[in-house]
């Protein structure tokens, strides 16, 4: 039945996709008669979506600060098992935010402070099985943590602290070091969480410059680049929940690497790709920059709300562990259906709405070599 | 990008495999024709060559996205490669006497988009990755016998971008932009935290490496991709940064033989324009005179290459390629512009196709 259902998705979409596969000009006239105007789409996308998304991120690592800290001084199975709820928080809020990597989330390594992917060679789980076993006393302070590989001071360490080889340990006093180790990522994500609102929020930062463009600003100028920079979040952030979370472990004719995937440890790869669809989602809609286009390129927006619900009702689909959901053949047809669905709402945003609204995301400028 | 190769050989590759009369009269009559790769405005890819009067002379279809264009010193051939990580590259007569040749990158290597003729014009080397083990090579290929691939040496560095040959004919120099990426995760880049540019002298008989010259160690996130060799044999560099967006370091320089490498300072209003990103870089057929890019910051400029200061800033939309004519250059835009910069006698005009990232000259 799931097949089925998969096949009728991916009949449904071809025609729409071959519509699609045509460029629209950018429409000049069309911007003399918008419902929405530009500038409005970015205060939404600002203060509705990214400044909220950053502040639950941060929310969220607080609690998981608070939930780790509890299983540190009291572990028990029940404590383990609230700081792995409070883990999934993390996951699904960092995964609503990782593709806005401009400005604050692009300091610091933040990015691969917070979540350290892809990691083709392994570096994270090897760097931290290697400090486990050493009891690096180093790594139970995130200013210690701060100081070490990137790759261990995050959600891929800290899945594995809780999750990984000789995880049971955390519901007893065995597994006091390591619970250390974890608690200094948590505190180390919320200190990060910390400075990314904090950044977000800063009167005279990227938010007011993203919001209200101007030519003596060094990083938006003019509202086509503060577009640009939208756009260009959504289509990059498509293109990289297909390269960098699905192909790699759906592999290539039936060779699945399962271990390939995102937080295949905790069982939370979906819930992370979905969140991140969602995130984008939400840009999308609620910022209504798909309203900010010309009469004629009106039909994009259902269009993209079309095609995102194909998203949806591909992940809805993969309920297996993905080791399993990897290698049965209702389910990898759900994922392979769901790399087609990123392809097009990458082309979808980085060609067809940068054109509706005269942008360059798609093509040489943000895009280059 | 696998299936990419199956493509291709599903469906051949088309065709310029004879011009009609009006464009060989074009062509015949062009005191300049450029080549670009270009995407259509019904999205598809594929190169085009223009005459400078505007005239299009001939188009090839290309399977997915090109990079940049080589010719032989003849004139006799062109290559397209694939933009990285593509697996293709396509050699075809520019006057269209001769079919299209596709090659397809060797097991477990792809192309990086860039590539340069021996002066002969018999070989062409290439840059591509050794995904595997994260370090670029460089293809020889043997224009004498169908292009077959006789060999390769390494870039001595990860992600190779463009290469050149210097004025001795022999020495090749490559910039090895620093950043590893592996077709299994599509462009994205890998190792942003321990990236390693640098730019290296080749002997393109052995294949040794003469020198390799690196910036500060405060500047590793700077990856170096473009060059262009000036009337004194310095090699000029563009870079891309990738680190923090607030930064804001030189993004041109020069490095020579001698093993000197040198950032040049550009006033800081300019730097800032230039948006941390350098698309092309070229210099004018006197030697005189660098051009640079920056489709993002939507800029092109001149630079003195004796006095290394800024001459003409030109603000172009989406604007990248950049091609040497006299004094002056040729710039292109995605947006379908070609026009003429500092000199250049080539008028403004708009085509119904967007130019790609870079503009070669068919000699």
């Given at each position: ?117 892809p990691?083709r060679k ?120 297909r390269d960098t979370?699905?192909l790699p472990?759906i592999g290539r004719e039936g060779s699945?690497k399962?271990?390939l ?107 280059g070599d | 990008m696998w299936q990419r190769r199956a493509f291709l050989r599903a469906a051949g590759v088309g065709f ?19 080549a670009?790769a ?7 890819y594929g190169a ?12 090839l279809v290309l399977p997915d996205r090109g990079h940049d264009i080589v010719f032989a010193p003849?004139?006799g051939r062109g290559v397209v490669f694939a933009r990285q990580p593509g697996t293709f590259a396509v050699v075809f007569d520019?006057?269209?006497?001769a079919a299209p040749l596709t090659l397809t990158s060797a097991a477990g290597r792809h192309f990086y988009g860039h590539g340069v003729f021996s002066p002969d014009g018999r070989l062409l080397y290439a840059t591509e990755s050794d995904f595997e083990a994260a370090k670029g090579v460089i293809g020889v290929y043997d224009g004498t016998s169908n292009y077959r691939r006789i060999g390769e040496f390494p870039t001595y560095g990860t992600g190779p971008h463009e290469l050149l040959l210097m004025?001795?004919g022999k020495t090749l120099v490559i910039a090895n932009g620093g950043i590893e990426t592996h077709p299994d995760y599509g462009r994205a880049e890998l190792n942003?935290?321990?990236m390693d540019p640098s730019i290296v002298f080749v002997d393109t008989e052995s294949g040794s490496l003469i020198?390799q ?10 990856s170096i991709r473009h060059m ?128 790609d990232n870079h503009?070669a000259?068919?000699?």
């Open positions: 039945m799931r097949l089925i259902l998969a096949l009728i998705l991916l009949a449904m979409a071809a025609p729409v996709m071959a519509q699609e596969g045509k460029l629209l000009p950018p429409n000049a006239e069309a911007a003399k008669y918008p419902l929405v105007t530009r500038s409005s789409v970015l205060e939404r996308a600002v203060d509705q979506v990214i400044r909220p998304a950053f502040q639950n991120f941060k929310d969220k690592a607080d609690a998981l600060t608070v939930a780790v800290d509890g299983l540190c001084a009291a572990p028990s199975t029940p404590n383990l098992d609230g700081a792995k709820l409070a883990f999934a928080d993390v996951v699904d809020a960092y995964s609503r935010v990782e593709f806005f990597k401009i400005g604050p989330l692009g300091q610091d390594n933040r990015a691969e402070r917070i979540f350290f992917w990691d392994g570096i994270g789980l090897r760097q931290v099985q290697q400090l486990l076993a050493e009891h690096d006393a180093a790594a139970t302070t995130p200013e210690g943590l701060a100081s070490k590989s990137v790759a261990v001071q995050g959600l891929g360490a800290l899945e594995y602290a809780l999750y990984g080889t000789g995880s049971d340990a955390l519901n007893d006093n065995d597994g006091s070091f390591r619970c250390q180790f974890g608690l200094a990522i948590a505190k180390n994500m919320a200190g990060i969480g910390a400075d990314l609102v904090a950044d977000w929020m800063a009167p005279d930062g990227i938010a007011s410059h993203l919001m209200a463009p101007r030519e003596d600003y060094a990083d938006y100028r003019t509202e086509i680049e503060a577009l640009e920079e939208l756009v260009g979040i959504m289509s990059h952030g498509m293109e990289a929940i979370r699905l472990f699945a399962p271990k995937a995102p937080f295949w440890r905790s069982g939370l790869t979906m819930a992370a790709v979905q969140a991140n669809i969602e995130g984008l989602q939400k840009l999308f809609d609620q910022s209504q920059i798909a309203d900010a286009v010309g009469p004629t390129d009106m039909g994009l927006k259902a269009s993209t709300e079309f095609e995102f619900s194909n998203a949806f009702r591909a992940t809805d689909l993969v309920t297996s562990p993905i080791d399993e959901a990897a290698t049965t053949p209702k389910q990898l047809s759900a994922l392979n259906y769901l790399v087609i669905v990123t392809q097009s709402l990458q082309t979808l945003f980085g060609e067809q709405l940068s054109a509706a609204l005269s942008l360059s995301v798609g093509f040489s400028a943000l895009d | 310029v495999a004879s011009l009609l009369p009006a464009q060989t009269e074009a062509l015949e009559r062009a005191d300049m024709v450029v670009s270009i995407r259509t405005g019904t999205g598809h085009a060559l223009v005459s400078e009067r505007g005239e299009v002379v001939s188009k003849d004139g520019p006057a269209g006497n004025g001795d942003l935290e321990s020198g010259v690196r910036l500060d160690a405060g500047l590793r996130q700077l262009a060799i000036d009337g004194r044999q310095r090699v000029w560099f563009g870079c891309q940064y990738k680190g923090d967006q607030t930064d804001q370091p030189q993004l041109i320089g020069y490095a020579t033989l001698d093993g000197v490498i040198e950032l040049v300072e550009l006033p800081g209003d300019l730097l800032s324009d230039l948006r941390n990103y350098i698309g092309s870089v070229a210099v004018s057929t006197d030697g005189g005179m660098i051009g640079i890019s920056s489709p993002v910051g939507n800029l092109a400029v001149t630079i003195d290459a004796a006095s290394r200061k800024p001459a003409v800033i030109k603000s172009i939309r989406n604007g990248c390629g950049l091609a040497p004519q006299g004094t002056g250059f040729v710039a292109s835009s995605g947006n379908g512009e070609l026009l003429g910069l500092a000199g250049s006698k080539v008028a403004d005009q708009t085509f119904d196709f967007g130019f503009l000259v068919l000699a």
